[in-house]
């Protein structure tokens, strides 16, 4: 049962041009998102999180916008870099309770 | 430098062997947590532990097992009992204080390959 889910595995966008990185979860449960960034051979590192209380989080060139209605979260990256190339993993837990995972989205950021 | 480590990085082993994978902590954390990707899927739950001494199946437990003897360890032993083990494995720590902004925070992985 995939309660998260990234529809879409890859992503490839222009060197200073936006990255959107979408989403979807299930469980109404879920009050604390997290977006992850991974290079190959290597463990997943924490990006920037967000509470259902807030709709918005900010940090540098990194949004993360969640719309609780629609169970969707996206997170936002301006301008991207070539260094922003890696895979992204949504996460979402509940009440502090076993972290759920999407699949993952490649980002591709060309120069 | 705190941080989580896993060893080795590659790890090759013959059919039906059991196979240990470390992981360590110096982030004093009480939770630790191990996880499995596959292509196309997101990480999976093997088991978790919360406590030393102490531990709980996650979603795929069947195969594999765990112990928890100090803080700073969780190492996990693959089984001849687990079906498809070629995968990469990753171990996380966090706090563990049950807030719910507790962040999971992760080792480099160890990528097993079963022949």
């Known amino acids: 049962d995939q309660q998260v889910k990234q529809n879409s595995p890859s992503l490839s966008v222009q060197e200073g041009r936006i990255s959107i990185l979408n989403c979807d979860y299930t469980?109404?449960?879920?009050?604390?998102f997290l977006w992850y960034k991974k290079y190959p051979a290597e463990g997943p590192t924490f990006l920037i999180s967000?509470?259902?209380?807030?709709d918005k989080n900010e940090d540098g060139r990194f949004t993360v916008f969640l719309n609780k209605s629609a169970k969707h979260l996206s997170l936002h990256i301006v301008p991207s870099q070539p260094g922003d190339s890696a895979v992204y993993f949504c996460?979402?837990?509940?009440?502090?309770?076993?972290?759920?995972f999407g699949a993952g989205t490649r980002l591709t950021v060309k120069p | 430098d705190g941080g989580i480590t896993q060893s080795p990085k590659y790890l090759f082993r013959k059919e039906g062997q059991n196979v240990t994978l470390s992981c360590e902590q110096n982030?004093?954390?009480?939770?630790m947590y191990w996880y499995r990707q596959d292509p196309g899927q997101g990480l999976r739950l093997i088991y978790y532990?919360?406590?030393?001494?102490?531990?709980q199946k996650g979603d795929i437990a069947e195969g594999y097992s765990v112990s928890r003897e100090k803080k700073e360890s969780f190492p996990l032993t693959v089984t001849s009992a687990q079906k498809n083990p070629t995968a990469f494995y990753l171990c996380?720590?966090?706090?563990?204080?049950?807030?719910?902004?507790?962040?999971?925070?992760f080792g480099p992985g160890t990528r097993l390959t079963v022949l």
């Open positions: 996380a720590s966090s706090t563990g204080t049950g807030a719910i902004t507790d962040t999971q925070y």
């Open positions: 469980n109404s449960m879920f009050d604390y």
């Open positions: 982030l004093n954390h009480d939770a």
């Open positions: 532990s919360q406590i030393v001494n102490d531990f």
């Open positions: 967000i509470s259902s209380i807030k």
């Open positions: 996460a979402a837990s509940a009440r502090g309770n076993d972290m759920r």
